[in-house]
């Protein structure tokens, strides 16, 4: 870390405060090993509200602004996903940690350009598939690697999200806005890399981008997986996340959904089943998946530890596959990833 007057702590940047990066604020303010230097986002009024009420001294409209500081540890990027590279290999090269939202591109030379530029000048990137983090997908790797349910045969992995989310979302292939949680979960499981894979795509609300995706994933160790994603459960339902995963191994079986086991509130307005898993903020403090991630984070860049638990590469390679499966989507044939 450079010189300040926090030394024992990791002084932060934020670029994107949107819902997301928001709640990236929300967890970074939380956190006392964290001081949260600035903010950045486009929107001059929002950014200068949410700086007066987090107690951030200083606060951009243009990420070049930001990047030229020197009192800065760790930049977050949580802009838009087409817009990740840009502010990120910036960063790198101004001699910054980067954590990159997922998905970390939607161009797979822009993904492994970034993990070059962070070699090139010493610095770590992590991306942001913060459920590496979720206690119930990481117990799942720990049986694994245990050997309890032993080396994965078969995988299924679902993340289905509601109708009124896909109007926001569509803005990007649901390959890169949803499916790509489950990549990286498969990717890790596996301690493979995929060598192919057959793709189903169908647009039912609109035929921007398929609001289901089915993708059959075959690795190189013999694995298989298949990831269903969709966009299709109504808002009147109030379940904003419909998850569920299988991992059927040689020595036993994993498996979860949590469509029915969290806590629900009946109301004049209906049925509404809030996540607490990913963020939750209570009595002024966050909680949840994202300030674990923050933490394994933060700690690494404070102790200059080279990370382990997270993998950019892993994610480089799931811009790969996500390629892929577009590509089998369009040609209806099974279609490899690019190196």
Request: proline residues 3%.
């Amino acid at each position: 870390m450079g010189a300040g007057t926090n030394m024992n702590k990791v002084r932060v940047g934020i670029i994107g405060l949107g819902s997301w990066g928001s709640c990236h604020l929300e967890a970074f303010h939380s956190m006392p090993q964290v001081e949260v230097v600035a903010l950045c986002d486009r929107n001059e009024e929002r950014v200068r509200q949410l700086a007066e009420q987090f107690s951030v001294p200083h606060a951009y409209s243009r990420s070049e602004e930001l990047l030229e500081r020197t009192d800065i540890d760790l930049v977050s990027i949580a802009t838009f996903e087409h817009e990740h590279f840009g502010p990120a290999v910036a960063a790198l090269k101004s001699g910054k940690h980067v954590l990159v939202e997922k998905p970390v591109s939607t161009k797979l030379e822009e993904a492994a350009a970034m993990a070059k530029t962070a070699e090139e000048h010493g610095k770590f990137i992590f991306a942001g598939h913060l459920l590496r983090f979720e206690p119930r997908y990481a117990d799942i790797y720990n049986a694994i690697h245990s050997g309890r349910i032993g080396a994965p045969q078969s995988m299924f992995l679902k993340r289905g999200r509601t109708k009124g989310m896909f109007r926001t979302y569509k803005r990007t292939h649901t390959v890169f806005e949803l499916t790509v949680h489950d990549l990286d979960i498969a990717i890790w499981y596996a301690g493979s890399r995929v060598k192919s894979v057959k793709a189903y795509g169908k647009a039912v609300n609109d035929d921007v981008v398929p609001d289901i995706l089915w993708s059959c994933l075959q690795f190189e160790n013999g694995t298989i997986a298949f990831l269903h994603s969709n966009w299709m459960t109504p808002d009147e339902a109030g379940i904003v996340m419909n998850d569920a995963a299988e991992v059927i191994g040689t020595e036993g079986t994993a498996q979860f959904a949590n469509s029915g086991s969290n806590l629900q509130l009946w109301d004049a307005r209906g049925r509404t089943s809030p996540d607490y898993f990913i963020h939750h903020t209570l009595n002024g403090s966050s909680y949840g998946v994202l300030r674990e991630q923050l933490t394994y984070i933060s700690a690494c860049v404070a102790n200059g530890t080279k990370p382990e638990y997270t993998s950019f590469d892993d994610a480089v390679h799931g811009i790969a596959v996500a390629e892929a499966i577009i590509r089998s989507c369009a040609s209806g044939q099974e279609e490899r990833p690019q190196a």
